[in-house]
Antibody, heavy 121, light 106 residues
C-alpha cells in the first residue's frame, strides 16, 4: 500500500526558510512524479511543483523564485524548501504522487495526510 | 493560468438524492480535468481523472462528464459518506490549478 508522510517544523518565522520532507513507502520514488500542494483558507488548493526521479522539476510560476524541490532516492524521500516565507505561506502542505511514468499525468492518486505550517513574526 | 470556477458553492441535499456539481474553465482544457473529494481533516481523494475515468476503488455512483470548458460531476444516490467538499483540477496547462470547491451538505 502506497503511503506518503510529511514531516518537518510546524512553525516558521517570517522571512526564514520552510523545509518539509515527504517519506514514501509502498512505491519506489524512482518512478512517478512527486508533488507538493498546499491549502490555505485564503487561496484554496495551490499546486507548488513536482520533481521526477531524474531530477527534473517544474514549479508554479507564482512561487518559482522561492521554491526548491529535491529528491533522495536512497531514503525514498523528497523535500520542499520555500524561502523568505510570510504569513501568506501559512497553509496545510501536502505531498502527493502523480501516477505518470515517463510523462506526468497531471493529477494525484496518493496524498500524504498533510502538515500545517504556520508562519509567525 | 487557467481559472476554474465551481458552482454552486454549497449544495444542500439528502441521502439518496442526486448531486450535480459544475466546473467551468476560463479556457478549454480538453478533457484534462480531475475531480477530488475532501473531508474535514483529510487530504483530497482522487475520484475522476481525464473528465470521465473513475479512479481505482471509486464507486460507480460517481461519474464525470464534459469537455472543453464545462464539466459536471454527478453523484447519484448520495450516501452519508459522500457529504464533503469536491474540487476540480485541470492539467491542460501549467501551472496545474484547482477550483474553489463545492460543499455538499445535508
Amino acid at each position: 500500500q502506497v503511503q506518503l508522510q510529511e514531516s518537518g517544523p510546524g512553525l516558521a518565522k517570517s522571512w526564514e526558510t520552510l523545509s518539509l520532507t515527504c517519506s514514501v513507502s509502498g512505491s519506489s520514488i524512482s518512478s512517478y512524479y512527486w508533488n507538493w500542494v498546499r491549502q490555505s483558507p485564503g487561496k484554496g488548493l495551490e499546486w507548488i511543483g513536482y520533481i521526477y526521479y531524474s531530477g527534473m522539476s517544474t514549479y508554479n510560476p507564482s512561487l518559482k523564485s522561492r521554491v526548491t524541490i529535491s529528491l533522495d532516492g536512497s531514503k525514498n524521500q523528497f523535500s520542499l524548501r520555500l524561502t523568505s516565507v510570510t504569513a501568506a505561506d501559512t497553509a496545510v502542505y501536502y505531498c502527493a504522487r502523480d501516477p505518470g511514468m515517463g510523462t506526468a499525468r497531471g493529477h494525484f492518486d496518493y496524498w500524504g495526510q498533510g502538515m500545517l505550517v504556520t508562519v509567525s513574526s | 493560468e487557467i481559472v476554474l470556477t465551481q458552482s454552486p458553492a454549497t449544495l444542500s441535499l439528502s441521502p439518496g438524492e442526486r448531486a450535480t456539481l459544475s466546473c467551468r474553465a476560463s479556457q478549454s482544457v480538453s478533457t484534462y480535468l480531475a475531480w477530488y473529494q475532501q473531508k474535514p481533516g483529510q487530504a483530497p481523494r482522487l475520484l475522476i481523472y481525464d473528465a470521465s475515468n473513475r479512479a481505482t476503488g471509486i464507486p460507480a455512483r460517481f461519474s464525470g462528464t464534459g469537455s472543453g470548458t464545462d464539466f459536471t460531476l454527478t453523484v447519484s444516490d448520495l450516501e452519508p459518506e459522500d457529504f464533503a467538499v469536491y474540487y476540480c483540477q485541470q492539467r491542460s496547462n501549467w501551472p496545474l490549478t484547482f477550483g474553489g470547491g463545492t460543499k455538499v451538505e445535508i
